[in-house]
């Protein structure tokens, strides 16, 4: 079907200079195909879920706090495990690990959608997160080790876009599944598509390997981050289940501190760490990272928060909350390659201080809004937001990057993904905390009866608003973050 020939690589390691590049563009063609397919499977699960949220907590019988661990673990999972699944890539081989994400991703998909309990569900979607990390930290090292060097750039730009239109497509997608057929189709949609992809990569992603140098897994620090990063995000999740004072709370903040301490104390004397600390001794490398972490900390409580807000308190089918929630994608789709290239002439800081201001302004708009508000007001607010989504994402990762060495630019660039993945799991956590504390007592969040909340709608409305407003001090937050960091320039800080 291809005619390509790959080499075996010499005993040291070394492949000879541009054996392993696809000279075929049929092939080239297929194997971007099936990463962009791998891109767009797991940005689509990252926000597919948000819209089923409420029918899969009414399915359960239980609340918010408890439910919300299905889309923690899969953003838990994929943050922990990005790292190291990029660096088991270099060990045993880019095609090997990335087609185990595959089917990772793919059965967890499956039983996921025949899960019967909620613990189920959440440990497949564990599952599922670890399989899409395998994806994800793989995609970009493929295309740099088989594509031609003066194509790189345009196939890495797909994978933006492509990033950008799964996060449009989960909303209207998992709400039409919802709604047509159940909650449990907006897991079982991936398994044919896994299938197909397994299939397209074991016949076209080359074997041979461009590893230069042998590079041990840490898997000490990995476990240390998965327990730090656990331990944080349980505890605040269940700090509202079971009380801020109690022992099951204080015991996971414990954890987090300790492991916290271990993680840094280890990262620092292990011959190849997971992350590499030095670079934070740089303060606009560590504010534009903080600014980063923050603005996915917004977006993805944004986006739990808003089909509760539309579903449930103004009584929108969940079609067209959906449709609602596509806005948000709006700006990282058509501005995001746009404020890239025009950040490389102007300078990052001239577009991420303007985006945060948006995105302070669209929370204004959010904590305005009335029960009596148009949904094209909801509209607005949102489309508020994702400028701000488009034109802050591509000039923060030109600051954080342009303070990589060049022979650490995978690692940071590998970081950089596992802060705004752990971002993304906070946001989650931290907004359903604040609507949870921001109800009166003996109401736990929105659970599956919601005739005691609704008695008086007013209880809700104020609610949503101390979420908004937790949100807009979070964006100022990141805003004087990214007023103080700045790439460099001509070598100089």
């Known amino acids: 079907m291809f005619h390509h020939k790959l080499y075996d690589l010499k005993r040291d390691g070394q492949p000879p200079a541009g054996e392993l590049i696809v000279r075929d563009p049929k092939k080239e063609f297929w194997i971007i195909t099936v990463i962009a397919i791998s891109a767009l499977m797991m940005f689509v699960d990252s926000t597919i879920?948000?819209?089923?949220?409420?029918?899969?907590?009414?399915?359960?019988?239980?609340?918010?706090?408890?439910?919300?661990?299905?889309i923690l673990v899969y953003l838990l999972a994929t943050a922990v495990f990005m790292l190291p699944?990029?660096?088991?890539?270099?060990?045993?081989?880019?095609?090997?690990?990335?087609?185990?994400?595959?089917?990772?991703?793919?059965?967890?998909?499956?039983?996921?959608?025949?899960?019967?309990?909620?613990?189920?569900?959440?440990f497949f979607r564990t599952l599922q997160g670890m399989g899409g990390a395998m994806l994800f930290a793989l995609g970009v090292p493929v295309i740099s080790a088989y594509m031609p060097a003066n194509k790189q750039g345009f196939y890495i730009g797909i994978l933006v876009s492509i990033s950008g239109i799964g996060v449009a497509l989960g909303p209207p997608v998992g709400g039409f599944l919802t709604s047509y057929l159940s909650w449990r189709w907006i897991y079982l949609v991936n398994v044919p598509i896994g299938i197909i992809a397994v299939i397209i990569?074991?016949?076209?992603?080359?074997?041979?390997?461009?590893?230069?140098?042998?590079?041990?897994?840490?898997?000490?620090?990995?476990?240390?981050?998965?327990?730090?990063?656990?331990?944080?995000?349980?505890?605040?999740?269940?700090?509202?289940?079971?009380?801020?004072t109690s022992a099951l709370t204080f015991s996971f903040f414990v954890i987090f501190f300790a492991g916290l301490v271990f993680l840094i104390y280890w990262e620092q004397r292990v011959p190849y760490p997971l992350f590499d600390l030095e670079s934070f001794k740089n303060i606009n490398f560590t504010f534009a990272m903080l600014a980063g972490l923050l603005f996915f900390l917004i977006y993805s409580g944004l986006i739990f928060i808003m089909p509760f807000y539309l579903e449930m308190f103004r009584g929108f089918d969940v079609r067209i909350s959906g449709l609602v929630l596509t806005s948000l994608a709006a700006g990282q789709v058509f501005l995001g390659p746009y404020a890239g290239k025009l950040s490389d002439r102007m300078g990052a800081r001239l577009f991420c201080v303007p985006a945060l201001i948006l995105t302070s302004l669209s929370f204004v708009m959010l904590m305005m809004m009335q029960d009596t508000s148009h949904f094209l007001y909801i509209i607005a607010a949102l489309l508020l937001f994702s400028i701000g989504i488009g034109i802050f994402l591509s000039p923060n990762i030109n600051i954080v990057m342009s303070y990589a060495p060049e022979d650490k630019k995978g690692e940071i660039s590998g970081l950089m993904m596992t802060i705004r993945r752990a971002g993304m799991a906070l946001g989650l956590c931290l907004f359903e905390t604040v609507f949870s504390e921001a109800l009166p007592p003996g109401v736990s969040g929105l659970c599956g009866d919601l005739s005691p909340i609704k008695q008086n709608m007013n209880l809700l409305n104020n609610a949503f608003h101390y979420v908004f407003f937790f949100g807009l001090m979070v964006s100022i937050l990141a805003l004087l973050f990214s007023i103080v960091a700045t790439e460099k320039k001509n070598g100089k800080n």
């Open 85 to 122: 699944f990029g660096k088991l890539g270099d060990i045993k081989g880019y095609k090997a690990v990335f087609i185990t994400g595959f089917i990772l991703f793919t059965a967890a998909s499956l039983f996921c959608g025949l899960a019967k309990t909620l613990n189920q569900l959440v």
């Open 49 to 70: 879920t948000n819209v089923a949220l409420p029918s899969i907590t009414e399915y359960f019988h239980t609340s918010t706090g408890m439910s919300s661990r299905v």
């Open 201 to 244: 990569s074991l016949i076209v992603i080359p074997s041979g390997m461009p590893c230069c140098k042998d590079r041990r897994l840490d898997i000490v620090g990995t476990l240390l981050t998965l327990i730090t990063l656990t331990s944080l995000l349980y505890g605040l999740n269940m700090g509202q289940e079971y009380g801020w």
